[in-house]
Every structure is written in C-alpha cells, then in structure tokens.
C-alpha cells in the first residue's frame, strides 16, 4: 500500500506530505484547491507525460516521491518480473524528478530506471480510476481485459500469446518466402549479376588499405631508395668503415683486456648487443629496398586501376569492401532461399500448420474459461449496480468467437469479441456500453466492475477521482458504502465533493489554498471528528453553514457506526 507521499513544487503545491494508512481514505476541499494536482502528482509517479507547465512557479525543478510497503507476495513476484525489487524493509521508494529544461530522472529504491520499466512497474502498485476512464470503459476492445482479469486467465493468455506470437512469425516468413517466389526470374537475374560482379574482383578484406600504402611508398620510391641505400651503408654495408664494423672491432678490444680491467667484459657485451641491434635495423632497412618494384609507374598504375575498381564496388554496395563482401554474402542467402523456395515453403507450410493446432486449441481453453466466468460477472455486476441505485439494471456480456471465410479468426486476444451490453430502465433493450450516455450511470457501472474484479487484479491501492460526478443524495451514499467495503481488502483513496461519500471514509484530508508572502500555496491537513464535521457542513451548505447541515454532518458521521462490513 502507499504508505506516504511528498510533492515539491507542482503548481500551487509549494511542498506537501502525506502520511497514509490502510482502509478508506477521502480527500475534500474547495473547487481550485489543489485535490487534482495531488492526481497528476500521482499520475506522474506512474509515468504519466512531464510538462514543464506543471512545474511552481520561480522553482528549477519539482518532484514526486512515494513510499510503498506491506506488499504481497504476488505484487513482490509482479515487480521482480519488471526488474525491480523491495529494500531490505520490504519497501519501495519511488521518485521522479522532473527539471524547467525539460529533464526527468526517475529513481526506485536509489536507482535510476528508465521510463519503461516505471510504467511496467507502478502498475502492479497503484490503479488511478477518474471520470476520464470512461473513455477507457465504453471502448469495447477493453472488455475482453476486464472479463479475462475476472476469469483468472492471465497464465492461459501468457500461454497463448506465445504461441500466437510464433504463429504470426512462421506466417511473416511465408509471406516473405512467397514474395521473394514471386519476383520470379528477374530478381534471380539481379542477385546472380551482383554476386557475379563483386566475385570478379576476387576483394579482400583490408586490401584497400594496404594498396593506399604501397601507392605512398611508391610514389616516394626514390626519396626511400636514396636514404635507405645510405642507412644500410652507413651501419653494415661498409666494409671497414660502417657503424656495424667499428662496434664489432670496439667489442672484440674489449674483451682481449677483460681479464685485466674489471668491468670490461661487461662492456663488451653491451657493445656487442648493440651491434645485433644495429645489424636487425640495416637487415630491416634493405628489405625496404628489396620491397620496390624495379618498374614502380608500372606497378602504380596496376594499383591505381585496382582502387578505382574497389571505388565503383564501394559506390554500388557499400561504404567500405567488408561491408560489399556483406552484401554479397545476403544476396547469396537470398539466392540460395529462392533456389530453394518451394522446399523451405513446404517445410514453413507444415509448421504453420502445426503453430496454427497449438493457437487454436489454446483459444478454445481461453474462450471457455470466459463463457465459465460471464455468468458470475453478470451476476455480480448487476447485483451491484442494484445495489448502487440502477434497480431495473440489465447487464450481460457478449463473447463470440469471430470467424473468416469458415475459419476462426485468431488475433492477440484468441478469436473472441467481447462486449458488455446494459439497460438501465425497465422495457428498454440492452445497447452496447458504448450507447451509454449518462456520466452517473458510467462512474457506477466502471465502480461496479472495479468492484467485482478488485481481488483478481490485486493492486494494493486504489484511487477514484470525483467517481460521485452526476450523482448525489442516497446514491452516493451507496457508492460510498461500497468503496468503504472495497477498503476492506485493499487501500482505496477517492478524491470527491460528496458528503455522503466523504464521511463514510476512514481517515480525511482537507486540501485548502491561502496567500502566503504574494503567492498562492496548497496544505493538506487530517481532520479529526471536529474537523471533519466542519468540512463535511461547508460541503452541504451554501455561502454560509447552518446549524442544520452541521446536525447533519454529525447524523453522516455517526450513521457510519452502523455498517458493519464484513
């Protein structure tokens, strides 16, 4: 559960904090207080867009960080899942940063994470329900998640997805095989004259660079031979007077008086390695002038017309000869795979056939563990929403396999369409969600859905965002009893401008806006009973609060006592 929550700098909050518990939590206040921008603070630990509107202010930066805790097994499993783990205290730390230049950095538990793994990981912690979902929930493609949540099925759709997955990569490399068929003789006749066309060049990789170099050594052939022949002269090629001969005789001296003047014989030696030394470099030496061709112009124009040979092959395949050889070698692969076509065909034709009995019969397990579960999600939902104030409610749910040319259609989901279907009054008949227009009957209907999948999904906390939008009175009293029932197995937060919803709440934060120094400032402030009775009096009252709604603030507060929830 979210255990406490700090916000710096997010438009008029200045620097909030707030210290949370399990159950039923509310947060009240003036329209324009700042109740949405705790939202977007939280949408923001969830990997929500940063714009550097967001930021207070006259501040460089601002961030969001939440601590959560006294989590599941299941949620630890989840999160391990996405790469992130608790800390020893079995906490996670979560914090995001975001800068007036546009930065962001994102930190779990001290350690820097990329966008993509928050938003893989935060998920399995916190679920963020606002009347923006409805878009969410009259979108009929989103059924088929909420009826598979409710079923229990998200180890039969990992299962079936990887074999969806190898289905459709078997499938792309048939319409691949068949493409390339297709372009028939031409296509041969193009990969045959360009394998053709670098093998006549017989290119080897590195060969480029060691003909520049030869061509510098040969266009400067004469300025080398010239002080080359003097080098080898000077240190061996002499007879008497070469380096090589003086060091020999220096050494040999040295050594015919080494018995009688110490140390001499070391010198000697030392002479004599020199000498070795001397007789690599003049050896070295020569071979460079052994290297020169007799007739070099001949030789730089057989390297001339090689590179320029190279030029072309570079300018039609590549930017350098290894990346030529490349591309000789897939345009063999191709030719080899279109020579060899109709066999790999056959063989791709017989695994997809085989992808193909391991899809489907994955499908028909997904699709009758739907049919297993809609009459219980009917059930449930309906029972529900009667409760929530819609008594003549028809809702039931449409799963039907989907089929093309008398063949199922299988797609990431299996091969079912699902759609929920509803009623809201008596004699009307049953129209898709979609059909729905009233926003007091979606916020129940989403509610109610929330409701019956709350232990299937099981994150740990749960926000509703002004979930009491077009309704009042007794029926969102029920909404209120019913989030204060869902609390019972998991941390529900719900931000509203009911006092019926607002008193049934555990634990209630008042978030209020004042002057301060010029500039406007959020606080957040628990409300003990007092304090709430205040709250709860401003929200059913008008300009001014009478001694009336505050008697009945204190009739919604002590009527709570009444519910026992099991």
Do not use: W
């Not at 001290?110 to 679920?127: C, D, E, I, N, Y």
């Not at 520049?212 to 008497?240: C, W």
């Amino acid at each position: 559960m979210l255990l406490s929550l700090h916000i710096e700098n997010i438009a008029v909050i200045k620097c909030v904090d707030f210290d949370f518990s399990r159950g039923f939590v509310v947060l009240t206040g003036e329209t324009g207080a700042g109740k949405s921008v705790v939202i977007d603070s939280i949408n923001l630990l969830l990997g929500g867009k940063t714009e550097r509107e967001l930021i207070r202010t006259g501040a460089e930066q601002a961030m969001v960080s939440g601590l959560f805790g006294d989590l599941s097994e299941r949620v630890v499993n989840e999160l391990a899942s996405v790469g992130v783990s608790p800390a020893e205290d079995g906490s996670i730390l979560v914090q995001r940063t975001i800068t007036v230049s546009g930065q962001s950095r994102i930190n779990i538990n001290g350690r820097a994470v990329s966008l993509a793994v928050l938003k893989a990981a935060m998920p399995h912690l916190v679920s963020v329900h606002g009347q923006s979902d409805t878009a969410y929930l009259v979108n009929s493609k989103n059924h088929i998640e909420l009826l598979d949540i409710f079923a229990n099925t998200s180890a039969l759709t990992s299962e079936y997805r990887i074999a969806y997955d190898k289905l459709e990569k078997i499938r792309g490399e048939i319409r691949r095989v068949e493409e390339a068929a297709a372009e028939g003789e031409r296509m041969r006749e193009i990969l045959e004259y360009q394998i053709k066309d670098i093998d006549s060049a017989a290119l080897k990789s590195g060969e480029e660079d060691e003909l520049i170099d030869k061509k510098l050594k040969l266009k400067n052939s004469e300025k080398i031979i010239k002080n080359s022949e003097f080098v080898y002269k000077a240190l061996r090629g002499s007879e008497k007077g070469s380096v090589a001969y003086l060091l020999d005789r220096s050494s040999t001296a040295l050594a015919q008086i080494a018995d009688v003047t110490p140390g001499f014989a070391e010198y000697s030696e030392r002479l004599r390695d020199v000498l070795y030394q001397i007789e690599d470099i003049a050896e070295e030496v020569y071979a460079t002038i052994s290297d020169i061709d007799s007739d070099p112009e001949e030789t730089l124009n057989n390297i001339e017309s090689r590179l320029d040979k190279i030029s072309k092959l570079k300018r039609k395949y590549g930017l350098t000869i290894d990346d030529v050889l490349a591309f000789r070698d897939k345009c063999q692969s191709e030719l080899d795979l279109m020579q060899n076509s109709e066999e790999h065909l056959l063989d791709l034709k017989k695994e997809e056939k085989e992808a193909l009995s391991d899809a489907l019969s994955l499908a028909d397990k997904l699709h009758k563990a739907r049919k297993e579960a809609l009459c219980d999600l009917e059930g449930k939902v309906k029972a529900t929403l009667e409760f929530l104030d819609m008594p003549k409610v028809v809702f039931f749910v449409s799963v039907k396999e989907t089929f093309k040319n008398g063949e199922k259609l299988l797609s990431k989901d299996g091969c079912d369409t699902v759609e929920f279907y509803i009623s809201a009054n008596r004699g009307a008949e049953p129209q898709p969600l979609s059909k729905i227009a009233s926003g007091g009957e979606l916020s129940r209907i989403m509610l109610a859905l929330k409701s019956v999948i709350a232990d299937k999904d099981g994150v740990p906390t749960v926000i509703y965002d002004e979930i009491d939008a077009g309704v009042s009175g007794k029926t969102a009293r029920k909404i209120g009893i019913k989030m204060l029932e869902l609390s019972k197995s998991s941390q529900l937060f719900c931000v509203t401008h009911s006092a019926q919803i607002a008193s049934l709440a555990d634990r209630h934060f008042l978030i209020s806006k004042s002057d301060i120094n010029g500039a406007t400032e959020t606080s957040v402030k628990t409300l003990d009973y007092e304090g709430r009775v205040s709250e709860l009096s401003r929200i059913l009252g008008g300009i001014s609060v009478t001694d009336a709604q505050r008697a009945a603030a204190v009739d919604m507060l002590e009527e709570k006592k009444e519910y026992i929830i099991s």
